[in-house]
């Protein structure tokens, strides 16, 4: 790992991170923030994450306690934990002949569609009645939370889904625990729902894949730099019965992000177009939004493969979030601070 570059600090330009939920497709979003920190350039003031992104937003913000270069080797840490994790523990084992056959995918593997079967027949509390979670063990072996309460140099924002009322439950850093991150974590069809303060959560991906509100309104960076996970655009419509599902998923976990980027488009076509009244101009704060997307960089995988868990796929994935960071800094760190690098109309809307 090459050690991140020194840059004085009138150079440094300030960041918001968002970090979309993927399974083990957050490993790309680890070489994402890899990429970012051996640059040197880039100051992270805040980070909303869902699921596998509040992973990487927690053990981020833990490791940059003592510099970018511990965040560094704790992400790392955090990823090799998760493929021992998954040797371990996971339910689905392939055979050397079927990661030959069938590379980074598990749709047509005799144990994923065992496993498919299975969790679609039986909840967790069937299957799991004692509610381990192996992600907690990972968790807690890489990130001190008491430290992370004390000593956190980064706003964090976890975004959870509340099974009640169906509303986004968004943690704070001084709220974020291992069961917050389990929380944002939680596939209904896998997990038990996490329990905090008498209230249960599932995934946040089904209401902000992650929520963006948080770092307009309690950050005083402007730039917001979305990584994303799940492809927006597809070239071609699926035609199997696999590629529809994933297809679907890949829509239905992009929803709530997509609604966000709208609102967004709004108030800054209001701003523009002088339609907001003096007096209350000021109180809008004018944001700049950046967006790194894996419609390319991940197009070859499907949904399937974001529970695999083999080393060599996680940093393949890493590398691929490296090297989509590396050609968006080359094209769009002078804009940073300056303007929006993203045209939300043009390309979400």
């Known amino acids: 790992m090459a050690t991140t570059k020194k840059t004085p600090a009138n150079e440094i330009k300030k960041i918001n991170l968002a970090l979309q939920g993927g399974g083990a497709h957050g490993a790309f979003a680890w070489g994402v923030i890899d990429r970012l920190l051996e640059d040197g350039r880039i100051e992270i003031e805040g980070v909303s994450g869902t699921s596998a992104g509040s992973m990487n937003a927690v053990v981020y913000a833990y490791g940059a306690i003592k510099g970018p270069d511990a965040a560094r080797e704790k992400l790392h840490q955090f990823w090799k934990a998760i493929s021992d994790a998954g040797e371990k523990y996971s339910p689905i084992k392939r055979s050397p002949l079927e990661k030959m056959l069938f590379g980074h995918s598990l749709d047509n593997s005799i144990a994923s569609e065992m496993f498919k079967m299975i969790t679609h027949s039986f909840s967790p509390y069937q299957l799991n009645p004692t509610n381990f979670n192996p992600l907690k063990e990972v968790l807690e072996s890489v ?207």
């Open 143 to 349: 990130v001190d939370f008491e430290d992370l309460e004390k000593n956190s140099k980064t706003k964090l924002f976890l975004s959870a889904t509340n099974v009640r009322t169906g509303k986004a439950r968004v943690f704070g850093t001084e709220e974020v625990t291992a069961d917050a991150v389990l929380a944002s974590a939680c596939l209904p069809y896998l997990f038990q729902a996490v329990e905090i303060d008498g209230e249960y959560f599932w995934d946040g991906g089904f209401m902000g894949n992650p929520v963006l509100y948080p770092l307009f309104y309690s950050t005083d960076t402007q730039d917001t730099l979305i990584v994303h996970i799940n492809p927006i655009e597809r070239p071609a419509p699926p035609m199997s019965s696999q590629d529809i599902f994933n297809r679907m998923n890949e829509i239905t976990f992009n929803c709530a992000l997509i609604k966000e980027l709208r609102a967004i488009h709004f108030v800054q076509k209001l701003i523009a177009d002088g339609w907001i009244k003096d007096e209350h101009a000021g109180k809008l704060k004018p944001v700049l939004m950046h967006s790194m997307r894996a419609d390319q960089a991940l197009s070859d995988l499907s949904v399937s493969s974001k529970f695999l868990n083999d080393w060599d796929f996680l940093t393949m994935l890493r590398d691929r979030g490296r090297a989509v960071a590396s050609e968006w800094l080359k094209n769009n760190f002078e804009h940073i601070g300056v303007r929006s690098s993203v045209d939300l109309a043009k390309e979400f809307l």
